[in-house]
């Protein structure tokens, strides 16, 4: 634990940006979900059994079997994380000009799409921008907007449709069955394919099974597995849902696809068979994805996140609505609304957060939502958040309590709250490294 006056120089030393703080000064980090939950004993036992072998190691072959067994997908390729099978996708099937539409975009994913010389473009529900709207699949792509932009730019010009299960930047929002069904037959159509962003699989399986008819009787795994088989290929980073510390894979079901991303991974990763990742790791990760699936599991780990969400709304504080999966979502233009938003609210909010109690949040607003890459004006996204993320099989209840109790408190003070000034831009990725001085 650390004192108010320690946290107003830790706070100025990182330049307001909750990324740039040192975890030992952190008191509950709900910085992300990312690596940070906690392996169980049987991955801690699997990490005991790496085979760190060069080429061929067992655990490769344990976990692609796991994967093929759960996901589906015939042709694995491990990568150090997420990012890792996004570049190598990205790479393979972008040509200069394409357009890849999405359902809302994600940061890494975006931007390996722009540096192959695509541009990426939004075709999520309008829903998914009103953090006010209830609507319960709001991670659902609009069918409209896709048709519209096949038949604007050409089939060809579409290398894939990127679909992710939930939607991170909307507030961890599920996509439905149904209209993934939809999108399956309207990519069939024009003969594009569907990239699966499988990040939070289990969570958005989770919700299906909850939520949408037909599905109150089948398992988050038989969910897992329908929503893989309507897709053509996926990049997974297994550090949300699968449950490791480090860790992902891009799968694939087109042959010609896999033995060029077999190829290329050796350039970017490693050799095909570990692609970055240590023997013991990819052991941890084959029987992460077993556990993530579990139905008790997956109650427990959206339970937590639900009951934290409900005491924040109780107490009257805006959050995005309906409740996502792996973190409740502060509307920091709601929060601050004397703030504009080139005040950067949501960057505010969470350094305020962490100046109150020493609860590590990370803004999700126009500082993630980086520039537009012609105009090179700020993106102004609808959606100004604060993600309060939590890990799986970390915290208990007692820890939501006192996240719940900083946040009224840093809500009863929003009225003197003046905003933020950015002093130093990266060209990438800016939300990562961006300094900032208070007004
Ligand atoms: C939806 C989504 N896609 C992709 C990624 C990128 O994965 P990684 O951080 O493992 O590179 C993340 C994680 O931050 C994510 O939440």
Same mark, same amino acid.
């Given at each position: 634990m650390t004192s108010r006056e320690d946290r107003e120089r830790y706070i100025v030393e990182a330049g307001y940006n909750t /990324?740039?703080? =040192?975890?030992?000064?952190?008191?509950?980090?709900?910085?992300?979900d990312s690596g940070t939950s906690a392996m169980s004993d049987r991955q801690w036992a699997g990490i005991m059994m790496g085979d760190e072998a060069y080429a061929g190691s067992e655990n490769f072959y344990h976990m692609e079997a796991a994967i093929q067994k759960y996901y589906g997908y015939k042709h694995i390729i491990p990568t150090h994380q997420g990012r890792g099978a996004e570049h190598l996708i990205s790479k393979i099937l972008i040509k200069p000009g394409d357009f890849i539409p999405g359902n809302m975009y994600f940061t890494t994913t975006r931007l390996h799409q722009e540096l192959a010389g695509g541009t990426f473009v939004d075709v999520i529900?309008?829903?998914?921008?009103?953090?006010?709207?209830? /609507?319960?699949? =709001?991670?659902?792509?609009d069918l409209n907007k896709l048709e519209n932009l096949i038949k604007e730019k050409g089939a060809d010009k579409i290398p894939y449709v990127c679909m992710a299960t939930t939607v991170n930047l909307a507030g961890g929002q599920p996509i439905s069955l149904a209209n993934l069904r939809d999108v399956r037959a309207l990519t069939h159509k024009y003969g594009i394919r569907i990239v699966h962003d499988m990040t939070r699989v289990a969570e958005n399986a989770f919700m299906i099974q909850q939520f949408e008819e037909g599905y109150k009787n089948k398992s988050t795994a038989e969910i897992v597995r329908e929503i893989c088989d309507l897709t053509d290929a996926a990049t997974m980073s297994s550090k949300k849902d699968a449950l490791v510390s480090i860790g992902g894979f891009l799968a694939l079901n087109e042959y010609d696809v896999y033995e060029e991303a077999r190829n290329l991974v050796v350039v970017?990763?490693?050799?095909?068979?570990y692609g970055g990742m240590a023997g013991r790791d990819m052991e941890a990760l084959a029987i992460g994805i077993t556990e993530s699936v579990n139905d008790d599991h997956i109650r427990a780990r959206v339970g937590q996140v639900m009951y934290l969400g409900r005491k924040l709304e109780a107490a009257g504080i805006p959050i995005v609505?309906?409740?996502?999966?792996h973190g409740v979502f502060l509307d920091a233009k709601k929060f601050y609304p004397q703030l504009t938003q080139d005040k950067f609210p949501a960057q505010t909010l969470s350094a305020e957060i962490y100046l109150d109690s020493g609860v590590r949040s990370m803004e999700r607003g126009i500082v993630s939502a980086?520039?537009?890459?012609?105009?090179?004006?700020h993106n102004y996204p609808n959606l100004e958040l604060v993600r309060l993320t939590i890990p799986r099989r970390v915290y208990t209840q007692a820890h939501m309590d006192v996240i719940a109790e900083s946040i009224e408190y840093v809500y009863a003070d929003r009225e003197d709250i003046k905003g933020l000034k950015m002093t130093y831009e990266p060209k990438y990725l800016r939300f990562f490294q961006a300094i900032f001085e208070k007004l």
């Open positions: /990324f740039l703080l =040192k975890s030992k000064d952190v008191y509950i980090d709900l910085l992300t529900v309008d829903e998914a921008h009103d953090p006010e709207s209830t /609507f319960q699949f =709001k991670g659902n792509i970017y990763e490693g050799l095909h068979t609505k309906p409740i996502g999966t980086g520039r537009n890459k012609i105009t090179g004006d």
